[in-house]
T-cell receptor
């Protein structure tokens, strides 16, 4: 089945130690998103890629970076995790084509990040 | 500014009861999309439905139904004969057009539904 996969499902890191979360998709979607979701809150968009074009949300901290080496994979790098970065990180994908405005975002299972 | 309001923070029902989750939105766009997602305890956001602003037909899918009313800017979700497996957080979302023709989702705060046996 076509899907969005996130690894690992749970990640424990130390304060200040860089960590990378990964997302892959078999949907062949051209847009990939990273969201941060803290406990009892709605998902918050960090950034997204439209093909290779990177789009950062204005309030996303510089501590968060992303890479998309190809259509299928996208990575979230947290350069120096703080205690406040403990959250669920959700990857989503969607398809947008020329003249095709509507889209549905399909989400992966998420990675729960714990910062010690 | 676009906004989605889910006024019900938590709802608790007994199995087999019907339950309606409210969603009210604000937008200046004439063309927009509304979504419902389910987030069970495992954490994955599961897509339930998408509705565009030109289609006000109500939709039914099994025990789920959605009532879209542009006049009141509402997109409510009803679960008939609720089951324990329906326990989850439900998010209503609105698509916001962004440069390039693709959309950013504006989420409501979510409604936590607890269905008890």
């Amino acid at each position: 089945d076509a899907m969005v996969i996130q690894n690992p499902r749970y990640q424990v890191t130390q304060f200040g130690k860089p960590v990378t979360l990964s997302c892959s998709q078999t949907l062949n979607h051209n847009v990939m998103y990273w969201y941060q979701q803290k406990s009892s809150q709605a998902p918050k968009l960090l950034f997204h890629y439209y093909d290779k074009d990177f789009n950062n949300e204005a309030d996303t901290p510089d501590n968060f970076q992303s890479r998309r080496p190809n259509t299928s994979f996208c990575f979230l790098d947290i350069r120096s995790p703080g205690l406040g970065d403990a959250a669920m990180y959700l990857c989503a994908t969607s398809r947008v084509g020329q003249g095709f405005r509507e889209e549905t975002q399909y989400f992966g299972p998420g990675t729960r990040l714990l910062v010690l | 500014a676009q906004k989605v309001t889910q006024a019900q923070t938590e709802i608790s029902v007994v199995e087999k009861e019907d339950v309606t989750l409210d969603c009210v939105y604000e937008t200046r766009d004439t063309t927009y999309y509304l979504f419902w997602y389910k987030q069970p305890p495992s954490g994955e956001l599961v897509f339930l439905i998408r509705r565009n602003s030109f289609d006000e037909q109500n939709e039914i899918s099994g025990r789920y139904s959605w009532n879209f009313q542009k006049s009141t800017s509402s997109f409510n979700f009803t679960i008939t004969a609720s089951q324990v497996v329906d326990s989850a957080v439900y998010f209503c979302a609105l698509s916001e057009a962004i440069i390039g023709g693709y959309n950013k989702l504006i989420f409501g705060a979510g409604t936590r539904l607890a269905v008890h046996p």
